[in-house]
């Protein structure tokens, strides 16, 4: 149970680092794709293949019968839980002074 949840807060802080990132442009990107130059040899045609296809007939009904469950009881104990504290990109530029 503890392993889950701590498994459960490192992913939640995870998730939450990654969209509390702050991102700025500090170069622009440049691409020089090459060209190329394409001439059809042939024309073409295409015919698919026709299907007939029957669907099997489906019948769904419920019947009541008597099986053994388990039963589950709960109880409240006092754990000790992650706590996560998340700084901004932003908050932590605002605190050096950044823009």
Known sequence: MNK???IVAATAAAALG???CD???TQEGKVD????????KQDGDV???KYDVTGP????ESKETTVKVP???TEEKKVDVPTV???TGKEKAAEQGKK
């Open 47 to 49: 015919q698919l293949p």
């Open 4 to 6: 889950t949840i701590a």
């Open 23 to 25: 991102v700025r442009k």
């Open 18 to 20: 990654l969209t509390a």
């Open 71 to 73: 039963t589950v009881k």
């Open 85 to 87: 504290d998340v700084k």
């Open 57 to 60: 007939d489906v019948k769904v």
């Open 33 to 40: 794709a090459p060209k190329y130059e394409v001439t059809k």
